[in-house]
């Protein structure tokens, strides 16, 4: 969680009279699945759940089937992997399709439930108390991280000019450029168009913005994860242009 927390992506351009700012975000951006279907979970635990009681303990609501154990596990080790390790452009398409082929071939080869029978011990069971506060933590960090620590840096794109600037620190830097070269990076799949709600008109994407300075000099500016990074990328260029 650390080394996620410690990335750095881009948020949604605001435009303020010839402006953009670009706001960046962690990966932990794309967790919001993870507490969304935790409190489904919660939610099914309660309609559906049966009291179990525990030696030296209260009774505890739990889901009486397995599977919604193990899909909250897959769950987590699904964004855990797919969002350090991206799967980019016809890779990310590929990996997609084997993994699609690979699970209806067993549903209809053995069926996902004749599988699970064979390792008797893979039952994952948690109670109502877990998925609420696991969710309702992960919920808060999530909403802090976005909302306020991730906002507390900022780019800036003006005609002819950019800017990174801090907001506690009130530092930054200033860059007058009129050589300005945007690349977009093929998106991932599974991150940037899946947990980005590409399918909702959002997504995400990587804009690598490189820009000559005083002296022949060359900077590049990695933004990550931007909101609606073809919307972002055309505005930069025809702001900055």
Not at 114 to 136: D, G, K, Q, R
Not at 154 to 179: C, D, W
Not at 211 to 231: D, E, M
């Given at each position: 969680?650390?080394?996620?927390?410690n990335q750095e992506s881009s948020a949604q351009p605001v435009l303020e009279a010839e402006r953009i700012v670009v706001?960046?975000?962690?990966?932990?951006?794309?967790?919001?699945?993870?507490?969304?279907?935790?409190?489904?979970?919660?939610?099914?635990?309660?309609?559906?759940?049966?009291?179990?009681?525990?030696?030296?303990?209260?009774?505890?609501l739990i889901y009486p089937d397995a599977w919604l154990g193990i899909s909250f596990v897959l769950l987590i080790l699904?964004?855990?992997?797919?969002?350090?390790?991206?799967?980019?452009?016809?890779?990310?398409?590929?990996?997609?399709?084997?993994?699609?082929?690979?699970?209806?071939?067993?549903?209809?080869?053995?069926?996902?439930?004749?599988v699970l029978s064979f390792v008797p011990l893979l039952l994952v069971y948690m109670n109502l108390a877990f998925y609420?506060?696991?969710?309702?933590?992960?919920?808060?960090?999530?909403?802090?991280?976005?909302?306020?620590?991730?906002?507390?840096?900022?780019?800036?794109?003006?005609?002819?000019?950019?800017?990174?600037?801090?907001?506690?620190?009130?530092?930054?830097?200033?860059?007058?450029?009129?050589?300005?070269?945007?690349?977009?990076?093929?998106?991932?799949?599974?991150?940037?168009?899946?947990?980005?709600?590409?399918?909702?008109?959002?997504?995400?994407?990587?804009?690598?913005?490189?820009?000559?300075?005083?002296?022949?000099?060359?900077?590049?500016?990695?933004?990550?994860?931007?909101?609606?990074?073809?919307?972002?990328?055309?505005?930069?260029?025809?702001?900055?242009?």
């Amino acid at each position: 969680m650390a080394a996620v927390a410690n990335q750095e992506s881009s948020a949604q351009p605001v435009l303020e009279a010839e402006r953009i700012v670009v706001y960046e975000h962690s990966d932990l951006l794309y967790w919001w699945v993870v507490w969304a279907y935790g409190f489904v979970s919660a939610f099914l635990t309660r309609l559906f759940g049966r009291e179990v009681l525990l030696e030296g303990t209260r009774p505890v609501l739990i889901y009486p089937d397995a599977w919604l154990g193990i899909s909250f596990v897959l769950l987590i080790l699904f964004v855990l992997i797919f969002t350090n390790v991206r799967a980019r452009g016809v890779k990310s398409l590929i990996l997609f399709l084997v993994l699609l082929v690979i699970g209806l071939i067993i549903q209809m080869a053995y069926s996902w439930d004749e599988v699970l029978s064979f390792v008797p011990l893979l039952l994952v069971y948690m109670n109502l108390a877990f998925y609420v506060l696991f969710s309702t933590a992960l919920l808060l960090v999530w909403v802090f991280t976005t909302f306020v620590s991730d906002r507390l840096s900022r780019y800036e794109f003006a005609p002819g000019s950019i800017s990174k600037k801090m907001t506690l620190t009130e530092g930054g830097e200033n860059f007058v450029s009129r050589q300005v070269h945007t690349l977009r990076q093929s998106d991932d799949i599974f991150v940037h168009r899946l947990l980005g709600l590409w399918f909702l008109g959002f997504g995400t994407g990587d804009i690598e913005v490189s820009f000559t300075t005083p002296g022949s000099g060359q900077r590049v500016y990695l933004l990550k994860n931007v909101w609606r990074a073809a919307h972002v990328e055309r505005a930069i260029n025809r702001l900055v242009a």
